[in-house]
């Protein structure tokens, strides 16, 4: 029996690095093993936040790849704030460096309301008219969109409106309640026009599926279907023959992937600034690893709080080392940004610091999703983001423990997270849509 084929259609593809590539390679990797051949079509040349060939080996041998050039009007966007021709740009509203405060509102303008749904719209109707042409000849069972960009998911729209093949949306991070949203300076005809989009997305998709229960709850108060939840994962491929040995100068807690303005947490660096002072054995020996894009504000604060013999920023590196250095970590940190949709936040991170097996503190405004993953694994400890002292509790614990050399985790239930079994239920839904 030949296998059923579906049609990802992603902006984000191998090279391409960070947290948007690796939810689709990882299912693409396994699909097969349930019954489903993918087929992908990504931009040949996209502007990808970073580049990591090491995700090209979980790509499927003699995958079928369609690639097709699109145009973005990030060239424009640099040239107005005066960065150079190969500057990466940031997710969200990050920037890296100071710029125009002027430039920089006139540019958030430009893009919440005149690119919209996002700087991709330029590739929906080419997209659509090529893979409309491109089915006629290939047949396929199923279409699967994943964003954001959601642009991603207007082409399916307009591919499932031309061929009427079942189509599963699949939502990384929410549209209209995505953390930077209000931050866009959007008029009250872009804000229509974004809910408009967003709710004819949920409406036309056979499926849709998120990562987390709140996101879920949201979409269903907007459309009445059922909505499923597929979290993010770890693949235990990544973590095989890894073997560490543990740090006996420096305590070293790590925080992977991007530092926003949102996950800027002043109580973090005044707990620091005061142990520092109450100690100087941990000012000697407790390090901080922010492994990642880090917004100008984060540093600014670092300097402001005279933290830089605390604190290395390591910028953007191959997902395999990354593996390793969460594993060379004695604690991992997670911060949940400080933003209205804080509660529905489950970072893709969570997961692989699961797998990694070392104590978790998670930095939270709100008892929210993640809250319900620590809850079952047992993995760490959820602070609130303003509890300075609990912060500094916590911290002088884990040294003290580190000191003693019996730090652990008690990492439980983790294997409905492995990416492997994350696929088989994708591959059920794609089942279901089709059946």
């Known amino acids: 029996m030949s296998p059923k084929k579906v049609l990802l259609i992603t902006y984000y593809w191998p090279p391409a690095g960070g947290s948007g590539v690796q939810r689709w390679v990882k299912f693409c990797k396994y699909l097969r093993e349930f019954g489903w051949e993918p087929i992908v079509y990504t931009p040949s040349n ?8 090491t995700l090209v080996k979980d790509i499927p041998d003699d995958i079928t790849i369609l690639k097709r050039p699109i145009w973005e009007p990030y060239s424009l966007y640099k040239k107005l704030l005066g960065m150079k ?84 949306a699949d939502f990384r991070d929410p549209w209209t309640n995505i953390d930077f949203f209000e931050d866009l300076s959007l008029s009250k005809w872009a804000r229509n026009i974004h809910h408009r989009l967003e709710k004819k997305v949920l409406e036309q998709a056979d499926s849709v599926t998120v990562i987390g229960p709140t996101m879920k709850k949201e979409f269903e108060e907007i459309v009445d279907k059922k909505i499923s939840i597929i979290t993010n994962g770890y693949d235990e491929d990544d973590f095989r023959d890894i073997a560490v040995a543990p740090s006996e100068d420096h305590f070293l807690l790590s925080h992977i992937g991007m530092m926003t303005p949102t996950r800027n947490p002043e109580t973090l660096w005044q707990a620091l600034t005061e142990l520092n002072a109450e100690s100087d054995e941990f ?31 390591i910028d953007y590196v191959p ?9 060379e970590s004695d604690a991992l940190l997670l911060v949940i940004n400080e933003s209205p949709n804080a509660n529905l936040l489950l970072p893709g991170k969570l997961f692989e610091y699961l797998a990694a097996r070392k104590p978790i503190i998670c930095l939270s405004p709100v008892e929210g999703d993640v809250c319900y993953v620590l809850d079952k694994t047992k993995a760490g400890i959820l602070i609130n983001t303003y509890d300075k002292e609990a912060l500094k509790t916590h911290l002088r614990q884990l040294f003290n423990q580190w000191k003693e050399g019996n730090i652990s985790s008690n990492n439980e239930s983790i294997d409905e997270f492995s990416r492997k079994n994350l696929t088989q239920q994708l591959a059920s839904q794609l089942d279901h849509l089709i059946s």
């Open 85 to 168: 021709k190969d500057a990466k740009l940031g997710a969200g509203l990050m920037k890296q460096e100071k710029g125009s405060s002027l430039l920089q509102k006139l540019s958030i303008w430009m893009r919440g309301n005149l690119f919209i749904p996002d700087a991709r719209k330029f590739w929906i109707r080419p997209s659509v008219k090529y893979l409309t042409a491109y089915l006629e000849q290939h047949q396929v069972d199923a279409i699967a969109t994943t964003g954001p960009p959601h642009s991603m998911h207007m082409i399916g729209l307009g591919v499932k409106e031309n061929t009427g093949i079942p189509w599963l």
């Open 46 to 53: 996209p502007e990808p936040p970073a580049i990591d060939k």
């Open 283 to 313: 000012r000697n020996k407790f390090r901080l690893q922010l492994i990642g894009k880090i917004d100008i504000t984060i540093r600014e604060k670092i300097l402001h709080y005279s933290l830089e013999q605390n604190v290395d920023i």
């Open 319 to 327: 997902h395999d080392k990354i593996i390793r250095m969460q594993k």
